[in-house]
């Protein structure tokens, strides 16, 4: 209405100006002739400003209903039933489910969706033009989608009575290990509405109870993170690694355990051996660990007769360390290459030489990473703002480079890591203090990490794993992909039988479709632990429960949603053709009574 107001005071205050400036002793006579020059000009303005040209209509919303796992946290089924039984009231012609996806319905007896993805709707919504009535529990994955809903929208969402509830969200542990070793594992809990206390925790694996810790009181809302340290003992294969945490009052039991796979070898997959323990060799494990996902062990030279493990720094014979290497399908040596003599007859796997420079002839900094098998995972470093190196300027040049770096000053570069792979894959590195990257943080770490991360990757790629397949995440929840990793063979379609432990009519098949990066993706199946047969082998895979069972806070409240422009907004004049034929009319009537009256 507004709109119109301006078009009318401005287009008549136009028309009079006009017409009062050159014939004001004329102006009584000219009255019709100045109404048809002022119509003219408001419907210009008007179309100028866009104005309504009709009553807003206001169409049916569309009713959507949340039906995720997550209204049943606790195991009460009453507050679903209400906003089921709400969302059929609103319904006018369709209702809408969403979820995993988005499709209509009358409201399931109870919802299993796994996941709360709101997108969906707000896509379909922005389709038809209608607003939303959305019905939920509060805790969407992506609430911002809301935004995007037409304007009209409104979410109702149902308040859940506080519960006491401690879930664990998370667990990182190492996928392999050595028999005898002793692993660490970190746990993420997180508590409910309420203050929870007296929890314990305690660690499963395959069959044995192997940890347990007591855990401080929670906080309502809050996190915590907990480290703890077991031996793995003697048991061989795919073990489940099962965390478990009980606490009194605890209202949702499906959410109190996490679990992974755990191969478990007599070998390890890899060895670093350092004859001379630096800061360079200690922040190389976990990279080691975290990139080829294999069982590792660490060996340091203490004293000049003296070995130790680096899980417990207990003495370990040297007769130990060299039956070890011998038989690692990947080793890395640091400090004196030749510590069991010609390095090379060593080990028959994969080798890494890490000789720290005697003499450095000052700062060398880091330069480029020529053309190698791991410089695509290099291209994004800015070598310039990255910390000095020591580096020799004499260093055995190999088939490829991956790191050059030059001396202050000094225009020429140098190799300071280079590789080969014939007969095997052999990586020398001539410079050490890449440990200042990590230790910076930020992109200097980045950078650390990509690095080694690279050269340990295309390392490892020689290692031959019989198994077709592998799963490639150590935790799955149900209601997420499957990512799978190939093995040596070269079929890239692999048939993987799954078959429920407990449950031998289980049985399951899926083919597995692998790209030119190694990796399939597959549907998850129900929580449980699954015995997976492929050719050349067999693993385990562990699917814990959806996460929408885990306790979180609502992300949104009821309350009017959306900006979008709905199909109930009034009508615009741009958009109807009689405001043009209207403007034309009135100035053509104008110009022929003009003409009558004797004006040009």
């Known amino acids: 209405m507004l709109t119109w107001i301006?078009?009318?005071v401005v287009g008549s205050a136009l028309a009079i100006a006009l017409y009062g400036l050159r014939e004001s002793s004329a102006l009584s006579r000219l009255v019709?002739?100045?109404?048809?020059?002022?119509?003219?000009?408001?419907?210009?303005?008007?179309?100028?400003?866009?104005a309504p040209s009709g009553r807003r209509r206001a169409p049916n919303p569309i009713v959507a209903l949340d039906v995720s796992e997550s209204w049943l946290r606790g195991g009460d089924t009453a507050l679903?039933?209400?906003?089921?039984?709400?969302?059929?009231?609103?319904?006018?012609?369709?209702?809408?489910?969403?979820?995993?996806?988005?499709?209509g319905g009358t409201g399931p007896e109870l919802p299993s969706d796994q996941m709360s993805a709101s997108a969906s709707i707000a896509e379909r919504a922005l389709a038809s033009g209608?607003?939303?009535?959305?019905?939920?529990?509060?805790?969407?994955?992506?609430?911002?989608?809301?935004?995007?809903?037409?304007?009209?929208?409104?979410v109702e969402a149902a308040v859940r009575a506080d519960a006491r509830d401690i879930a664990i969200v998370s667990m990182d542990a190492p996928r392999g290990a050595v028999v005898g070793d002793t692993i660490e594992v970190q746990i993420t809990l997180r508590a409910g509405a309420l203050a929870s206390a007296d929890a314990t925790l305690t660690f499963q694996l395959g069959n044995a109870t192997v940890a347990g810790a007591a855990l401080l009181s929670m906080p309502a809302r809050s996190e915590q993170r907990k480290t703890v340290r077991f031996p793995v003992g003697a048991a061989e294969g795919a073990l489940a690694l099962v965390a478990a945490v009980q606490s009194a009052g605890d209202s949702e039991p499906r959410n109190?355990?996490?679990?992974?796979?755990?191969?478990?070898?007599?070998?390890?997959?890899?060895?670093?051996?350092?004859?001379?323990?630096?800061?360079?060799?200690?922040?190389?494990?976990?990279?080691?660990?975290?990139?080829?996902?294999?069982?590792?062990?660490?060996?340091?030279r203490v004293t000049p007769t003296s070995w130790r493990g680096e899980a417990t720094l207990t003495t370990v014979n040297e007769a130990e360390v060299r039956r070890v290497l011998r038989s690692a399908p990947l080793a890395i040596i640091h400090g004196d290459t030749a510590v069991f003599g010609p390095p090379r007859t060593a080990t028959s796997g994969a080798l890494m030489l890490i000789t720290p420079p005697v003499d450095t002839s000052g700062e060398w900094y880091p330069a480029a990473a020529p053309p190698s098998p791991v410089s695509a995972a290099l291209s994004g470093i800015a070598w310039d703002s990255l910390p000095p190196i020591?580096?020799?300027?004499?260093?055995?040049?190999?088939?490829?480079?991956?790191?050059?770096?030059?001396?202050?000053?000094?225009?020429?570069?140098?190799?300071?890591?280079?590789?080969?792979?014939?007969?095997?894959?052999?990586?020398?590195?001539?410079?050490?203090?890449?440990?200042?990257?990590?230790?910076?943080?930020?992109?200097?770490?980045?950078?650390?990490?990509?690095?080694?991360?690279?050269?340990?990757?295309w390392l490892a790629e020689a290692r031959s794993d019989v198994r077709a397949a592998v799963p490639a995440e150590g935790i799955v929840r149900a209601g997420e992909r499957v990512r799978w990793r190939q093995g040596t063979t070269a079929d890239s379609v692999v048939v993987a039988?799954?078959?429920?432990?407990?449950?031998?009519?289980?049985?399951?098949?899926?083919?597995?479709?692998?790209?030119?990066?190694?990796?399939?993706?597959?549907?998850?199946?129900?929580?449980?632990?699954?015995?997976?047969?492929?050719?050349?082998?067999?693993?385990?895979?562990?699917?814990?429960?959806?996460?929408?069972?885990?306790?979180?806070?609502?992300?949104?409240?009821?309350?009017?949603?959306?900006?979008?422009?709905?199909?109930?907004?009034?009508?615009?004049?741009?958009?109807?053709?009689?405001?043009?034929l209207a403007v034309l009319v009135a100035l053509c009537a104008e110009w022929l009574l003009r003409r009558r009256i004797g004006l040009r």
């Open 80 to 103: 679903w039933r209400t906003a089921r039984d709400r969302a059929r009231s609103l319904t006018r012609d369709s209702l809408w489910l969403f979820g995993d996806s988005i499709r």
């Open 390 to 457: 020591e580096a020799s300027a004499s260093i055995t040049n190999g088939e490829w480079s991956a790191l050059a770096a030059a001396r202050a000053r000094d225009p020429d570069r140098h190799s300071v890591i280079s590789g080969t792979d014939r007969p095997r894959r052999i990586v020398t590195v001539g410079a050490s203090g890449f440990w200042r990257w990590h230790f910076r943080g930020g992109a200097s770490a980045d950078a650390y990490a990509a690095l080694w991360g690279s050269i340990f990757d």
């Open 130 to 154: 209608r607003p939303v009535v959305l019905l939920t529990d509060g805790e969407l994955d992506d609430p911002g989608a809301l935004r995007e809903l037409p304007s009209g929208s409104r």
């Open 256 to 300: 109190d355990t996490v679990g992974t796979a755990l191969d478990v070898t007599k070998a390890p997959g890899a060895v670093l051996v350092s004859s001379s323990p630096d800061y360079d060799s200690r922040f190389l494990l976990p990279v080691l660990r975290g990139a080829v996902s294999l069982p590792t062990r660490a060996y340091y």
């Open 497 to 580: 039988v799954l078959r429920r432990r407990g449950d031998s009519a289980s049985v399951d098949s899926i083919l597995l479709r692998f790209g030119a990066d190694g990796i399939a993706e597959s549907a998850a199946p129900t929580p449980g632990k699954y015995d997976v047969a492929v050719t050349g082998g067999s693993a385990l895979l562990v699917v814990n429960a959806s996460r929408e069972l885990l306790p979180r806070a609502p992300a949104v409240v009821t309350g009017a949603v959306g900006r979008a422009a709905a199909i109930g907004d009034a009508p615009r004049l741009r958009d109807s053709w009689w405001p043009y």
């Open 6 to 8: 301006i078009a009318v």
């Open 32 to 50: 019709p002739v100045v109404l048809l020059r002022a119509v003219a000009l408001v419907v210009l303005f008007a179309l100028l400003f866009d």
